[in-house]
């Protein structure tokens, strides 16, 4: 695997002492069986004759068999270079790409031409632009409903600097779920994710909620956490107003990022994925290869239904799918229990 950083910079001494330890064997239990349904075959074909662009395929998602059998998949905004740098990160940090003001239309008529039930759209911090990409998110969002009105979206979002103004950008395109992810747990998140802050990405959720959002995050474990620190983290969501929480084993990208402190076995997941239920959270998937998309508009479905909110119509198939399927799949693609 190639340790190769973007054009035009160097790498940092992080990256260097990270290099400095081999990538790690994965366990046996961590492993993907491809299934191609008609679903997924059809959206292959698409994709390829229409040259689409997913997060899905660019990013080696293991679970796109799954997704897209299930007519989902994740669009990335904003450009492929981040202004910010995480360690665990595939998407690097670099000179951000040009303002694309047209780019929502273009995911937008993907959705069409793709057929799909439920998009994610997730972006690239832009602390280069005085919005912070804001409108860029939330327009991806309109025009998303405005040419596919029977299609749910969600939205990963970065945390736009905790600032109010920029997140009700967001918040007024009404994205059906708002998603913005914690990844770690306290003691260790300034030295994984430098440019964000722990309490305020708790804040960040609880001001979602407050716009009546379906609110979700994601804890990524094996960097380095305790298992009572996965519990407070869990907890602290939950108080913040997560509705939804997906939680899944880190898996080094290259050998520039942070190496696998451990890893977590299925029957631990099946545990905390208990333990998340018991502190009530709507929606919970956990699994070593679940990612923070993965079956994400059954789990918005099943949440909106806990919440005794109605599905729109339009979206009443979400509803109708059955999550038992991502559960049974637990020896198979994500491994979700």
């Known amino acids: 695997m190639s340790a190769a950083v973007p054009e035009g910079r160097k790498m940092l001494r992080l990256e260097i ?3 400095e330890t081999p990538i790690e064997k994965k366990p046996e239990w961590i492993k993907t069986k491809a299934r191609f349904g008609p679903e997924y075959r059809e959206l292959q074909t698409l994709v390829k004759t229409q040259d689409l662009h997913t997060v899905c395929q660019e990013a080696g ?7 897209w059998e299930d007519r989902e998949a994740t669009f990335l905004i904003g450009g492929s ?3 910010r740098r995480c ?4 998407i690097d940090t670099g000179k951000p790409a040009d303002y694309d003001r047209d780019e929502p239309r273009r995911v937008a008529e993907s959705v069409v031409s793709m057929n799909l039930r439920y998009a994610t759209v ?3 911090a832009r602390d280069d632009l005085p919005d912070e990409g804001a409108w860029l998110h939330a327009e991806t969002v309109r025009q998303i409903h405005a040419l596919n009105p029977g299609t749910g979206v969600e939205i990963l979002a970065t945390d736009f600097s905790g600032n109010p103004s920029l997140l009700a950008e967001v918040f007024s395109s009404r994205p059906e779920v708002f998603a913005h992810n914690v990844e770690t747990v306290p003691r260790i998140f300034k030295r994984i994710r430098p440019a964000f802050r722990y ?3 708790l804040d960040v959720i609880t001001q979602a909620r407050d716009a009546r959002l379906i609110t979700k995050s994601n804890l990524i474990l094996g960097m380095g956490e305790t298992r009572e620190e996965i519990s407070q983290a869990l907890q602290d969501l939950h108080d913040a107003g997560c509705d939804i929480i997906t939680v899944t084993q880190y898996l080094r990208p290259s050998p520039r990022h942070l190496p696998v402190a451990s890893w977590v076995k299925p029957e631990e997941f099946l545990e905390i994925k208990e333990e998340a239920e018991e502190i009530g959270f709507l929606g919970v998937l956990a699994g070593p290869l ?3 998309s993965y079956r994400a508009g059954r ?3 099943q949440s909106m239904q806990r919440k005794g909110w109605d599905v729109p119509p339009a979206l009443s198939g979400l509803a109708l799918a059955s999550l038992a399927e991502a559960a049974a799949s637990q020896n198979g693609f994500a491994q979700a229990v």
């Open 17 to 19: 002492r990270n290099a």
């Open 61 to 67: 998602c293991p679970n796109i068999f799954e997704c």
């Open 81 to 83: 270079q981040c202004t």
């Open 87 to 90: 360690d665990f990160c595939q």
């Open 122 to 124: 997730t972006g690239v």
């Open 199 to 201: 309490e305020r990405s």
């Open 290 to 292: 679940v990612r923070s």
């Open 299 to 301: 789990l918005w479905a």
